[in-house]
């Protein structure tokens, strides 16, 4: 949103650029999605919108182009236009985006049905306990770590890319569902600021109650990999050129973006909710653990 010099209310723009080094700059982006080529009443509307906008630079994008008469227009008042170009063949200065026709998105779900923790216990050594998902967890400080079912999914997103390497996601190629067991540990710590701390369960079965240093925990449960292909169109947009698609990861909608210049590649992926928002595909919170 950028403040409108005559009147003072709030305008909406497709994307604004700050810089403030060295002195500050606003870039301005609009963007049109139409059937047909964008045209001088178009570039018109958007250069007078943004007469009375701080914008320094005005860049206008046509999914279609522009015609003749509307790419004079822009440049006559020192706006940008750009349109998506259709890359053809390869391009040896930009080797990631032209070498993929497609991508296949996986989708990893661990569902948690039990849990065996492993601990040190006085004069008893090592000894194992199935769990319940709402067992506390505490440091060996004393403080209250959370529950641990909170706790594995925690550690679990944390670590999602070594669980990834071990249950060798990379060489799956088809949706798949399967028994796992998830193991924390051995000799499980955290490290906060104050040092290394040793991860406790309570015993709560004798006069004062006793913090048990935890070795490991074994969750047991199944893990669902849903794969789905996703087939990319390659673009030039200016210097950048982009890949893009739309496909299906099991049952969500899935928009896949791959971009690259000079500096290097990016990829983005999202999927798509029944609710319409966009899901982080690494959020642990996706996953469905049970007690």
Same mark, same amino acid.
């Given at each position: 949103?950028?403040?409108?010099?005559?009147?003072?209310?709030?305008?909406?723009?497709?994307?604004?650029?700050r810089?403030?080094?060295?002195?500050?700059?606003?870039?301005?982006?609009?963007?049109?999605?139409?059937?047909?080529?964008?045209?001088?009443?178009?570039v018109?509307?958007?250069?007078?919108?943004?007469?009375?906008?701080?914008?320094?630079?005005?860049?206008?994008?046509?999914?279609?182009?522009?015609?003749?008469?509307?790419?004079?227009? !822009? /440049?006559?008042? =020192?706006?940008?236009?750009?349109?998506? #170009?259709?890359?053809?063949?390869? $391009?040896? %200065?930009?080797?990631?985006?032209?070498?993929?026709?497609?991508?296949?998105?996986?989708?990893?779900?661990?569902?948690?049905?039990?849990?065996?923790?492993?601990?040190?216990?006085?004069?008893?050594?090592?000894?194992?306990?199935?769990?319940?998902?709402?067992?506390?967890?505490?440091?060996?400080?004393?403080e209250?770590?959370?529950?641990l079912?909170?706790?594995?999914? !925690? /550690?679990?997103? =944390?670590?999602?890319?070594?669980?990834? #390497?071990?249950?060798?996601?990379? $060489?799956? %190629?088809?949706?798949?569902?399967?028994?796992?067991?998830?193991?924390?540990?051995?000799?499980?710590?955290?490290?906060?600021?104050?040092?290394?701390?040793?991860?406790?369960?309570?015993?709560?079965?004798?006069?004062?109650?006793?913090?048990?240093?935890?070795?490991k925990?074994?969750?047991?449960?199944?893990?669902?990999?849903?794969?789905?292909?996703?087939?990319?169109?390659?673009?030039?947009?200016?210097?950048?050129?982009?890949?893009?698609?739309?496909?299906?990861?099991?049952?969500? %909608?899935?928009?896949?973006?791959?971009?690259?210049?000079?500096?290097?590649?990016?990829?983005?992926?999202?999927?798509?909710?029944?609710?319409?928002?966009e899901?982080?595909?690494?959020?642990?919170?996706?996953?469905?653990?049970?007690?």
């Amino acid at each position: 949103m950028l403040p409108c010099g005559r009147t003072g209310k709030d305008v909406e723009v497709d994307v604004v650029i700050r810089s403030r080094a060295p002195y500050p700059v606003t870039i301005s982006v609009e963007a049109v999605g139409r059937s047909r080529k964008a045209d001088r009443t178009w570039v018109n509307e958007m250069v007078g919108k943004h007469a009375d906008l701080a914008t320094n630079k005005l860049v206008l994008v046509s999914e279609r182009g522009f015609t003749k008469n509307a790419r004079e227009l !822009a /440049v006559a008042h =020192a706006a940008l236009p750009l349109a998506p #170009e259709d890359l053809e063949g390869t $391009d040896p %200065a930009f080797r990631i985006v032209n070498a993929l026709p497609s991508l296949w998105p996986k989708l990893l779900s661990f569902t948690i049905e039990k849990a065996r923790v492993f601990v040190h216990r006085p004069h008893e050594g090592l000894s194992w306990f199935w769990a319940p998902a709402d067992l506390l967890v505490f440091l060996d400080s004393g403080e209250e770590a959370g529950d641990l079912l909170s706790v594995i999914r !925690a /550690v679990y997103g =944390a670590n999602f890319e070594r669980t990834a #390497e071990q249950i060798g996601l990379a $060489d799956i %190629a088809e949706t798949t569902e399967s028994g796992m067991v998830w193991q924390v540990g051995p000799g499980w710590t955290v490290t906060l600021d104050d040092g290394e701390h040793r991860v406790c369960v309570r015993y709560d079965e004798t006069e004062e109650p006793e913090l048990h240093a935890v070795e490991k925990i074994e969750a047991h449960g199944k893990v669902v990999i849903k794969v789905g292909e996703v087939p990319l169109k390659h673009r030039r947009l200016g210097e950048v050129m982009y890949a893009y698609g739309e496909g299906h990861v099991g049952e969500q %909608a899935a928009l896949l973006v791959a971009s690259e210049n000079e500096e290097g590649g990016k990829l983005t992926l999202r999927f798509r909710t029944d609710a319409g928002t966009e899901a982080d595909p690494r959020d642990p919170g996706q996953a469905t653990p049970s007690e």
